[in-house]
């Protein structure tokens, strides 16, 4: 079932501008901190796929009380099949413009959906966005990981910077449309983020 929305004002279907999809698996004790930091977004054009993929824990279960509390979560549940095919699964589900990267332990800070929209809108014509992050240790200390610098100003990367090196990837942005234009996310490769963006 897709996750359109009617306009009070037209009447007409919308899709959300953003899907964050979620792979989530024995995720009990993360999942929770990460779909709060979704639902505290600033933006609020968004859909949330969360995809269990076959977990044995409480993942199913926390998803789904989401799901319950707010229309804009949806839960796929799979048997297992790695990060890859729960990534595919929750785009396959997805109707957003955009898809948005976020694993069950990644957090997204609540204005991160208000500027990547931004950024969309004043860098138009890409296909990718990604932004900075950050490695959150325990005791509220961050780290920037190496080869990033939290102050860069916007810039593009040529195919042999992404070679290199992979861009940061937590809440990395993509109009949905590409998935299927490159095959989707490869099954039982390490790093099928990276061999996505390659």
């Known amino acids: 079932m897709e996750s359109v929305?009617?306009?009070?004002?037209?009447?007409?279907?919308?899709?959300?501008r953003f899907?964050?999809?979620?792979?989530a698996y024995e995720a009990e004790t993360?999942?929770?901190?990460?779909?709060d930091a979704i639902l505290a977004q600033t933006f609020t054009d968004w859909e949330c796929v969360v995809v269990d993929d076959?977990?044995?824990?409480?993942?199913?279960?926390?998803?789904?009380?989401?799901?319950?509390?707010?229309p804009r979560f949806r839960v796929v549940h799979q048997s297992n099949q790695g990060t890859a095919g729960a990534y595919n699964a929750g785009v396959f589900s997805a109707v957003g413009d955009f898809v948005v990267l976020c694993s069950a332990d990644d957090i997204l800070l609540p204005e991160h959906l208000s500027r990547m929209s931004a950024f969309i809108d004043s860098e138009?014509?890409?296909d990718i966005y990604s932004s900075s992050g950050y490695y959150w240790w325990p005791g509220d200390y961050r780290e920037v990981p190496d080869g990033l610098d939290e102050g860069r100003e916007i810039h593009s990367l040529e195919l042999s910077d992404v070679i290199r090196k992979c861009f940061y990837s937590v809440g990395a942005t993509y109009r949905r449309e590409l998935h299927a234009d490159v095959g989707g996310y490869r099954p039982g490769v390490f790093g099928e983020d990276y061999v996505f963006w390659l």
């Open 5 to 16: 929305r009617v306009s009070a004002t037209t009447g007409m279907a919308t899709r959300p």
């Open 30 to 35: 993360t999942l929770g901190e990460t779909l």
């Open 124 to 126: 138009g014509g890409y």
């Open 54 to 70: 076959g977990s044995p824990d409480d993942t199913l279960s926390i998803a789904t009380g989401y799901a319950q509390r707010d």
């Open 19 to 23: 899907s964050v999809v979620v792979p």
